[in-house]
């Protein structure tokens, strides 16, 4: 499994996400919960209806709205429990593991 097989599983997966609420953790800690609008094949991120979890902190974030976000700043990605399948991606890494203990 190369790294562009990884970036294309987790592509796919945020691809499935599109129009739902997801919670982005930036490498400068900044947090964002938004409308996923659009990902592409780098995990860049478009988000409707932003929100961030630490207002007082970012006090000039309020007033935007929708913001691109490039994948290498993403700390973490949280998903709605309920829209996420964690069989395919179990399933995925699995898979992933077993090609690497063949090498």
């Not at 945020?14 to 659009?38: P, Q």
């Not at 979890?53 to 700390?75: A, E, W």
Request: hydrophobic share 35%; net charge neutral.
């Amino acid at each position: 499994s190369t790294d562009a097989e990884n970036k294309m599983l987790f592509y796919s997966f945020f691809k499935s996400l599109v129009g739902k609420d997801v919670v982005v953790e930036l490498k400068n800690d900044l947090s964002i919960c938004g409308t996923l609008h659009s990902v592409d094949q780098f995990l860049n991120i478009k988000f409707t209806d932003i929100t961030v979890t630490d207002p007082d902190k970012y006090p000039h974030m309020l007033s935007v709205k929708n913001c691109f976000i490039r994948g290498s700043v993403v700390r973490y990605v949280q998903l709605p429990a309920d829209e996420c399948d964690t069989q395919l991606l179990q399933d995925a890494a699995r898979k992933e593991a077993a090609q690497n203990r063949q090498r």
